[in-house]
């Protein structure tokens, strides 16, 4: 097997660890593979959407869900460094409300697998960042809908070197006592 899946404190949101083949002249890895995606991380998960976003250091975009058509996301970065988080918003679970963060980076080719259900947000650590994700559904501007990045209910750690860069959406996202959230 080419990746190494490590669980995170969410059952279901795994960071993807691939094996990198490395010489003199660069690195290879396979970055995605369905059978294996499908044997190991997150069966009958299907992409339909690939998204690319570039941003600067202390940029953090989020908390996005969409209340109908859940996205599963797969994220990673090719360029720079971001911290990642899923925040779990299914009321019936036993870690509704809870997040789990990690590093992702272009140096340690992780991945994060974000179930549909979940909350998803980043904040760039280094000077820029390219950030490259699948979704399982398509973007439904109407269905799209943001949880506070800094609500205290949740306690998210982020790592901030000063005040975040954020969009006014963001801003204005809800708490989660507020917000909708899956059944």
Avoid: C
């Avoid at 250091?57 to 109908?68: A, C, D, M, N, T």
């Avoid at 996205?71 to 779990?88: C, I």
């Avoid at 179930?115 to 950030?131: K, L, M, R």
């Avoid at 439904?140 to 990045?149: A, D, G, I, N």
């Amino acid at each position: 097997m080419n990746i190494k899946v490590i669980e995170t404190s969410l059952p279901e949101v795994r960071l993807i660890e691939p094996k990198v083949f490395e010489d003199a002249r660069g690195f290879f890895f396979e970055s995605y593979n369905a059978r294996t995606f499908e044997q190991v991380v997150a069966a009958g998960a299907q992409f339909v959407q690939d998204n690319h976003s570039h941003s600067f250091k202390g940029v953090l975009r989020g908390l996005h869900y969409q209340i109908e058509h859940p996205q599963g996301k797969l994220v990673r970065v090719v360029s720079g460094e971001v911290f990642d988080v899923a925040v779990d918003l299914r009321r019936n679970s036993p870690t509704f409300g809870k997040w789990a963060g990690a590093l992702l980076s272009a140096d340690n080719k992780r991945q994060m697998w974000i179930p549909p259900g979940f909350a998803h947000g980043f904040y760039v650590t280094s000077d820029g960042a390219e950030f490259l994700y699948k979704t399982t559904d398509y973007w439904f501007p109407e269905h799209e809908r943001t949880l506070l990045w800094n609500d205290p209910a949740l306690g998210i750690e982020w790592p901030l070197d000063g005040a975040p860069q954020i969009a006014a959406k963001d801003e204005a996202g809800r708490l989660l006592a507020d917000a909708e959230v899956y059944a």
